[in-house]
Nanobody
Framework: QVQLVESGGGLVQAGGSLRLSCAAS????????MHWYRQAPGKQRELVTT???????GYADSVKGRFTISRDNAKDTVYLQMNSLKPEDTAVYYC?????????WGQGTQVTVSS
C-alpha cells in the first residue's frame, strides 16, 4: 500500500519562505504524476502544482513564479519550495500520488502565513 508523509509546515511571516517535503513509502518512479493540493478553512481543496515522472510541471496561477515543485527519486521524496508567501497561502497542504489508476493522499501539513 502507498503511504505519503508530509513535513515542513509551520508559521511564517508574509514574504518568507518554506519548504515542504513529501516522503513516499515506495519508489516515486512508480508514480506517473504527483501533486500538491491545499485547502483553506471554509474553502474547497484546490490543486497547487503537479509534476510528472518525466519532469513536466504545472502550477496554479495563484502560485506561479513563487512556488516550485521538484522530485528526488533517490530519496523517494517530492518537494514544494514556497517563496514570497502571502497570507492567502494559509492552508493545509496535501501531497498526492497517482498510482495504478488510484489517488493516494498524505495526512497534510499546516502552513500559516501571518501578515
Amino acid at each position: 500500500q502507498v503511504q505519503l508523509v508530509e513535513s515542513g509546515g509551520g508559521l511564517v511571516q508574509a514574504g518568507g519562505s518554506l519548504r515542504l517535503s513529501c516522503a513516499a513509502s515506495r519508489s516515486i518512479f512508480s508514480f506517473n504524476v504527483m501533486h500538491w493540493y491545499r485547502q483553506a478553512p471554509g474553502k474547497q481543496r484546490e490543486l497547487v502544482t503537479t509534476i510528472t515522472s518525466d519532469g513536466r510541471t504545472g502550477y496554479a496561477d495563484s502560485v506561479k513564479g513563487r512556488f516550485t515543485i521538484s522530485r528526488d527519486n533517490a530519496k523517494d521524496t517530492v518537494y514544494l519550495q514556497m517563496n514570497s508567501l502571502k497570507p492567502e497561502d494559509t492552508a493545509v497542504y496535501y501531497c498526492a500520488a497517482y498510482y495504478i489508476n488510484s489517488m493516494y493522499w498524505g495526512q497534510g501539513t499546516q502552513v500559516t502565513v501571518s501578515s
